[in-house]
C-alpha cells in the first residue's frame, strides 16, 4: 500500500521558511522580528 503520510508538515515548512525569509526585509519596520512571525501566524 502507499504511504498514508500526510504532506502537510512538507507545506509547513514551505510556510515556516517563506515567513522566515520575508522577516528578513524590514517590510514591518514597525514591528520586532521577534513579534512578525507571531502576527503572521
Known sequence: MPSTKPKRTSNKNKID???????????????????VPQWLL
Open 17 to 35: 521558511n517563506e515567513v522566515k525569509r520575508l522577516t528578513r526585509k524590514p517590510l514591518y519596520p514597525n514591528m520586532s522580528e521577534e513579534k
